[in-house]
C-alpha cells in the first residue's frame, strides 16, 4: 500500500515538472526574441544642395499718393494720374495681365496747432490723401529702366521697390532638381561615413525636407536716377544662390 502511494506521489511530480516546463516555456522564448525595429541601427546624416541661377521675373512696386481738400477730390485727381501711369506702363510693353494693385487707402490728414495762451494743441482737418500702389511682374528683365521712367513721366512719385527674383514655374522646376540632389548628398555623406564603421545603408527610416530658400536682393528707389535727367534709370539684376536641404536617417547594419 505504501509503495503504490510512493508510485502516485512521484507520478503526480513528474506531471506538474512537465506542465511547469511546458508553462515557462512561451515566456521565456518571448523575453528572448525582440522586435526588430528595437535593434535597429541607424545614421542621421543633412544632404545639402544649392545653385547659382539667373532670375527670370522682374517685379517693382510704384504708385501714386494725391492730396485734396476732400476726399472725392484726391480720389478723382489720383485716378487721372493713375490711369496715366497704367498706360505708360503699357507702351513700355507691358500687358495688363502683369499689372495688379497691390494696396490701396484714404485717409484724412490733419494739421496740429498749439494754443499760445492754454499751451493745449488741437488738430485741424486739412484735407485728404489717397495712396495707389501697383506692383508690375514680368520676364521682360531688361524693361526696368523703360517701366520706371515712364512711370515716373506719367505721375508716379512713389516707387517702393524693384526686384529680381525667380517665377513660380522655375521656382518648382528649381526645387524638386535640388531637393533629389539633397537626398544624393546625404546618401553620399552616410556611405562615407560608414567605410571606417564597417557598416553599409540597408534602408532609409525618415525623410525630413526643409524649406526651399531664394534670398530676394532689393533695390532702393533712392538709387534710381531721375527720369528728368536725360539718363536711363540704371537698374541691374544678379545671379541668386538657392538652396535646400534634406535630413534622411538610414537603416545600417554590418558588411
Do not use: C
Amino acid at each position: 500500500m505504501n509503495t503504490k502511494l510512493i508510485a502516485a506521489m512521484i507520478a503526480v511530480l513528474v506531471v506538474s515538472v512537465t506542465m511547469s516546463a511546458l508553462s515557462v516555456a512561451p515566456s521565456v522564448d518571448a523575453q528572448e526574441v525582440t522586435p526588430y525595429p528595437s535593434r535597429e541601427k541607424t545614421i542621421s546624416v543633412t544632404g545639402m544642395a544649392t545653385a547659382s541661377v539667373k532670375p527670370d521675373q522682374l517685379n517693382i512696386n510704384f504708385g501714386v499718393e494725391t492730396q485734396e481738400k476732400t476726399a472725392k477730390e484726391a480720389l478723382d485727381s489720383n485716378s487721372v494720374l493713375m490711369n496715366q501711369v497704367i498706360t505708360a506702363i503699357k507702351s513700355a510693353g507691358i500687358p495688363e495681365s502683369d499689372i495688379g494693385t497691390s494696396s490701396f487707402s484714404i485717409y484724412p490728414v490733419y494739421e496740429s496747432h498749439e494754443d499760445k495762451t492754454t499751451a493745449i494743441w488741437t488738430q485741424t482737418l486739412v484735407g485728404y490723401k489717397v495712396s495707389n500702389i501697383v506692383t508690375v511682374h514680368t520676364g521682360k528683365l531688361d524693361s526696368a529702366a523703360s517701366i520706371i521712367d515712364n512711370a515716373v513721366n506719367a505721375g508716379v512719385n512713389r516707387v517702393d521697390s524693384v526686384y529680381f527674383s525667380l517665377s513660380p514655374v522655375t521656382q518648382q522646376k528649381l526645387k524638386d532638381d535640388l531637393l533629389e540632389k539633397a537626398v544624393l548628398n546625404a546618401k553620399t555623406r552616410a556611405e562615407k561615413a560608414l567605410v571606417p564603421l564597417n557598416h553599409k545603408i540597408i534602408g532609409v527610416k525618415l525623410v525630413s525636407l526643409d524649406e526651399f530658400s531664394v534670398p530676394t536682393p532689393m533695390y532702393s528707389p533712392a538709387t534710381y536716377a531721375r527720369a528728368d535727367s536725360g539718363a536711363p534709370t540704371p537698374v541691374f539684376s544678379s545671379d541668386q544662390d538657392v538652396s535646400t536641404s534634406a535630413n534622411v536617417v538610414f537603416i545600417i547594419g554590418s558588411n
